[in-house]
């Protein structure tokens, strides 16, 4: 059980374009869910946390319109990076949050954008 | 503030040696304490984990004490194998404001070579 799943596992493309990525949660509701960039050789960064139906809360230095998160339901929430740039080349994952009480928090495999 | 560090890689090491990979953390209260990994390609799994001072978290073998007076929670395993090759990432969780936190440290990657 609690298993999340992420898509595009890879994806490329061209400098200025935008991109979504999708974060399910497969077995489980997930009230809340976190996003995460991830550098190379580097830890993880949270980047927002999003709740179910309520906008989400971004860290500081994330810029909102850069990243926008929607979490539309409780299954399912999207990270997509608008006019991508090379810099924004990383490895996204997202983690989420089960809805039941119980302390479930389980990561999804991960997105590697690569910005060209 | 909370942070978390840990020892930098790489590490490599012969099948059946011994690990241990450093972990130290400052929090403002009191932390539960994780180590996740990551094989190669995939996303983070919990590997174990510790919620108060003394408890020890363990899991194939692998297996960390919360120590409190250290502020530190090493991993160890007596005899690694090659497929516990993959990033190994120490991390604190607090709840602060009503929101969880958790803060990961930069990750230390092991070989395990045959």
């Known amino acids: 059980g609690a298993v999340v799943s992420q898509h595009p596992s890879w994806v490329i493309c061209k400098s200025g374009t935008s991109v979504k990525i999708e974060c399910r949660s497969l077995?489980?509701?997930?009230?809340?869910m976190f996003w995460y960039r991830q550098f190379p050789k580097q830890s993880l960064m949270l980047m927002a946390t999003s709740n179910e139906g309520s906008k989400a809360t971004y860290e500081q230095g994330v810029e909102k319109d850069k990243f926008l998160i929607n979490h539309a339901s409780l299954t399912l929430s999207t990270l997509t990076v608008t006019s991508a740039h090379p810099e924004d080349s990383s490895f996204y994952i997202c983690r989420c949050r089960a809805a039941s009480g119980a302390n479930v928090l389980t990561f999804g495999a991960g997105s590697r954008l690569t910005v060209l | 503030g909370n942070s978390v560090t840990q020892m930098e890689g790489p590490v490599t090491l012969s099948e059946e040696a011994f690990l241990t990979i450093n972990c130290t953390y400052t929090a403002t209260g009191y932390p539960s304490l994780f180590w996740y990994v990551q094989y190669p390609g995939e996303g983070l799994q919990l590997l174990l984990k510790a919620t108060k001072a003394d408890d020890k978290g363990s899991n194939k073998g692998f297996e960390a004490t919360y120590r409190k007076e250290t502020t530190s929670f090493h991993l160890e395993k007596g005899s690694v194998q090659v497929s516990d090759s993959a990033v190994y990432f120490c991390?604190?969780?607090?709840?602060?404001?009503?929101?969880?936190?958790?803060?990961f440290g930069k990750g230390t990657k092991l070989t395990v070579n045959p």
């Open positions: 991390a604190l969780s607090l709840t602060q404001g009503g929101s969880e936190k958790l803060v």
């Open positions: 077995d489980f509701q997930a009230t809340t």
